[in-house]
Every structure is written in C-alpha cells, then in structure tokens.
C-alpha cells in the first residue's frame, strides 16, 4: 500500500490550496480515505474523509464549510481543496486509509489512523 500526497505551499490567510492523495497497491476504489493533519508543536488533528462505498463525507468542524474532500477513483486520487485558508490550518498533510469501508465518520478517520497506512506528507504554509 502506498499513499502519495502532493499540493501543499505557502499560500496567504483567506487563500486557497487544492491538495491531491493518489494510492496504490490496493483496491483504491473500495478503500475510504482520510486527512489528518499536524502543526509543529501540536498534536495530530483529523481533518476529513471520504467513504468509498456510498461516497460520503466527513469534516472537523474547524474546516467545515471551507473544505471540500471529493474523488476520483479511475484517476486513484482523493483531493482536498482548502477555502479561506487561515494561519491554523498549516501543518503537514497527511492521507490515510484502512483499505476498508463504511459511512464517512470521525471514528472512521480514527480507525484509519490508528491501523491503516499512511502517506509522506506534504507542507501547507499559510501567512498572515
């Protein structure tokens, strides 16, 4: 199993960043995906995911209105597009997936974390 992320940057606050997770090794389209996140310093946070068996979504409610998680499974790739970008959204981005699915939930993104396989990473700046 392997998860690449690739998107981030340094963007200014209210900008906004599109971040891409492409997978392989396993069945991408039956496997939800996940976003955890982390700021130096900070503990890891759990961003949002998305289900592949009935495509729904999940957010933290700090991101909630201003991300958008969506996929495109013949491409293998979960995006993440990042609105109104504040200085406390930056941190390394992470994907994550279980190779399983179910309805899209913070428990889900939990079990993702916690047993599943996990990207590189990629840096999202945001100045103020």
């Known amino acids: 199993v392997q998860l690449v992320e690739s998107g981030g940057d340094l963007v200014q606050a209210g900008g906004s960043l599109k971040l891409s997770c492409t997978g392989s090794?396993?069945?991408?389209?039956?496997?939800?995906i996940g976003w955890w996140r982390q700021a130096p310093g900070k503990a890891r946070e759990a961003v949002s995911c998305?289900?592949?068996?009935?495509?729904?979504?999940w957010y933290a409610d700090d991101v909630k209105g201003r991300f958008v998680i969506s996929r495109d499974n013949a491409k293998n790739m979960v995006y993440l597009q990042m609105n109104s970008l504040d200085p406390e959204d930056a941190g390394v981005y992470y994907c994550?997936?279980?190779?399983?699915?179910?309805?899209?939930?913070?428990?889900?993104?939990?079990?993702?974390?916690?047993?599943?396989?996990w990207g590189q990473g990629t840096q999202v700046t945001v100045s103020s």
């Open positions: 090794g396993f069945s991408f389209a039956s496997s939800d």
């Open positions: 994550v997936t279980d190779v399983q699915t179910r309805p899209a939930s913070r428990r889900a993104l939990q079990h993702m974390a916690a047993m599943g396989y």
């Open positions: 998305i289900s592949s068996s009935d495509g729904s979504t």
